[in-house]
């Protein structure tokens, strides 16, 4: 359960807490007391938040062919874990991040919280290759689209981009009304041009009154000043050429001669990448405080819809609108002057909508259970498999709204119910049955996941720093750049791994993740994930094995024993009750005794080096890794 | 030895469970914990090698994936009669409501002595003609990536099921245990990710290990002078702190707590297979350092691949040199995707152009070099993408997904070489004559490998499981 809902391992004094507390109380009323404590803690928003991030395909960089880190992505993983631990309703915290920028605040802290949920639709994948502005358009607004309608519906509505849905009542009408919500929609990522971006984007400036952590430097006035005069010769430079290239084809001479492509592009990057740093400032150099997000645009539009999803056959233009298949009562109708964002999220979180609450509470469910009622986590389509106790999904996701929405109250629901309880003990008559658990007869063995082995492996050694690191290392060090040259920067750890902080700070690179979360299934980030993977390769092993990361903890582990325990024997036992929560049996102390005999007339070293490599041992075992 | 026949893997995983029951307290436990590996692998049964169902024509696979459905009117399907009505509308398909036939920007000409018909755009792999047995009736369920990338790689698409990689591993062991027996380079993460090189319900030994996916673009890679992969494909598979016998007085601990977690849980496959991935890790720490590195190959190949900085050919160049690594040190079933996409809905002239460059001097040069090391008659390579694409255009020059008729070929351990076998209708949309269903063609692969689709089964939740579900029949004409 502490893996479940704060994905860490429970401290020995914690079980032994509990195990008090069952002898005076009961186990129900101990289990409540501990359910309501972890409920309470703040490493509950650092878990139940990264699954959400999960879902919102969360990450620091642009990925496709040209992957430009995105400096700023880090504050909506912060806010994403802050509504979480203030149990902010889940209807909100979706209206937030689809249309904070339009909701009202009461000071500048509000709005740049509001602002920074708006993230959610920024940090998704972008091709900066793309040459065509109006098709890079075209696609981000079908990103943000089909990341909205997978995430909270669980449609892939995005399938009528080209041509009615084959398989589930979406349109092409419904899909280029909802898309023109998205293109009335500037999208603030914040990369600046570069030989490796073709397309710039503006970052999103929060107010200053908000006091955000600024993690870039300020350059002076003078600095400013420079880049001006630098940026308005370019431009200048530019203006000349041009007009010199076209008085020399008036005159029959060579253009190309007075305006080569190479100019050109040696004038844009080199102005992009001025304009870059002069967004970062103010006037006065001061550097500003910079998120990812999306506001309305000045001009709102209605998209025509596009022949096959061809961005040059333009059709006849529809109005905005939600898919028509759900209608709902008394539901908002789209404002003429917004871009009809707040209304979506408030027809997508009506009561009456028939998706949102269910799919939700399916998510809660997986993440407790092992896998959802219905299995197919991101698809509710006809594709998708049907719910095996639909009845129970029902009565879960009425509950969930009634309750407030409350993502606390609905795990808690969960957690305390008879079917989270069983045991996970086999049966031989059941798994003939059912092996696939379908029907719930045992709690699921699950693996854990790659945040929460990492996590446990730094409470065990007793590293783990559980305050909250500012920004990640793509705000710190990485910066702005293209992710394939970092391997080339010797100040920036190998496998991107050189903290003591949770895992859920660190940073995630399309592509290009830190070695323990793409060895042990984190979920792909440029997709939305309901359902991670677990794979069972020898590349873990050898990550167990032979990692730097693991090997440290092994020494750290071995120094905390050797610290708080006297004797040879309780170290071993010590080291077992720290990684299992548990005592080693019979056999275990037979085989853990086993491990020194072999080596007789050890020095200290290496007596120390052995204990290194019995905790490795431990941490090494399938049953560290995996729930029962 | 076992035949794999799901009756006979059964009862040796439950009488694996009963000697692990017998043997586990006391010292009786510990000697056996302390087994030497050999033993303990043989016994298990994981890797080790398996009778086939009859002779094997083919022992290894060697699968080069063209992600994204390359279109099979514009390689290996030639379709004069789409030439000339290019820019008519379109009689068939989707196409029908307005869209237009679109002519091959390709020119097209006889190949080798078979007279294969090639698009210009394999100049080198033309050369190979002879070798190749292309079909061009392939058919699959749906037009969606996704779903036709897992129906390719494991028969279905709406359930978790093993992949083609690995019922091969589990159908014939493995012939070097110091190596995984399924190794998947540079596979996609979307398209249903690692449930293409996944295991399902088989042991987890199975499923495929994934290497090499650093790279620096080429742009890059030549201003630098760097490999376009730097590093090694494989982290993490050397221990600078441990000699191996400490290293293996270590994982003896770790099997050993393993087992007696096992032995108290009865059913745990996340156990099994952590026992058996540990051991493998150990011996792949001998083996696999020097299989990567390309660098003990001499001038001749990395030219031949086309390797080098700043070619277009040089990452697929290097992948295709370490598919044959690979495969000489017997690993059974070796996976590429091609690091270039053929979802070419637009610009099809270029693009496809492109995807081309980068990959039809490796691949020529796989099968060459095959040849010449004697590896290619008992080798299976094969070429395909999830489905072709459409004779009429979509955005004017581009083509839409087509799972009606494409086209693959294969080469080596088995195949009729020279063959073409099966045919679209006139324009190139739908398979008519001897049409190969996904479910067919991983029974023909399956057969060259020796084993029987029908007979190739395990046992699960009460029910025979197939690759081929209750389909597929073995395309017996184009066997050599």
Known sequence: MHFDLVGLPPSPDAISEFQKRIESDGIDSALAAETDALLASPQFGERWGRHWLDVARFAESSGKEANISFPYAWRYRDYVID????ALPFDRFLIEQIAGDLLPYDNDAD??????????LAIGPKNLDEMNPLQFAADVADEQLDTVTRAVMASSVACARCHDHKFDPFSMQDYYALSSLFASTKTYFGTAVSPSNQIGGDPLVLPVGANAPILHPSIGKQ?????????ASLKKEQQDRIAAAMKARQSGGDAEKKFSIRDALRIFWTSGGIEGQLKKVDESGQALPLAMGVMDRQRIVNSPLLERGEINKPGQRIPRGFPRVFEIANSPRVPFRQSGRLEFARWLTHPDHPLTARVMTNRAWRHLLGAGLVRTMDNF???GERPSHPELLDTLAVRFM?????IKKLVREIVLSRTYRQSSAYHEDAFRTDPENRLLWRAAKRRLDAEAIRDAMLVVAGELDTSRPVGSLV?????????????LDPNIPADLDGSKHRSVYLPVLRDRLPDVLDLFDFAEPSLVTGDRETTNVPVQALYLMNSSFVQSRATALANRVQREADDHEQRLRHAFVLCFSRAPDAVEIKLAAAFFEAEKGLTDKQYQQLLANYCQALLATAEFRNLD | MTTPHSDSRSTSLLSRRHVLKSCASGFGYLAFAGLAHEAAAARDGGLAPQATHFPARAKR????????????VDLLDYKPSLNQHSGDSSPIGRGRGGAKLLGSPFRFAQRGESGLWMSEVFPELGKQADELCVINSMQTDLPNHSQAFLQMHCGSFQFVRPSVGAWTLYGLGTENTNLPGFVTINPPSDNGGARNYGSGFLPAISQGTRVGTNQIPAFYAALLRKDQEPGPPLKNIENKNLSREQQRAQLDLVRSLNRHKLERDVHHPEIEGAIESFELAFRMQDEVPDVLDLRSEPESIFKLYGVGSGLPTDRFGRQCILARRLAESGVRFIEITAPVGWDHHFLLKDELTKSTLATDRPIAALLTDLKQRGLLHDTLVVWAGEFGRTPYAQSGNGRDHNNKGYSIWMAGGGVKAGLTYGATDEFGYEAVEKPVHIHDW???????????????????????FRLTDVYGNVATEILA
């Open chain 2, 61 to 72: 696979v060697i699968f080069l994936c063209m992600n994204g459905g390359p279109s099979h």
């Open chain 1, 83 to 86: 509504a979480v631990n203030a």
């Open chain 1, 475 to 487: 705000g710190t060090k990485i910066g702005d750049r293209p992710i394939s040259l970092i391997g």
């Open chain 2, 442 to 464: 991983h029974a023909t692969i399956l057969h060259l490998l020796g084993l029987d689709h029908e007979r190739l089964t395990f046992n699960y939740g009460g029910r025979d």
């Open chain 1, 381 to 383: 389509g006809f594709n």
């Open chain 1, 111 to 120: 709005r740049a919280r509001l602002l920074i949920a708006t993230g959610f």
């Open chain 1, 223 to 231: 600095r400013v000043e420079q880049l001006k005069t630098q940026l």
């Open chain 1, 402 to 406: 009634s309750d407030g929405w409350s």
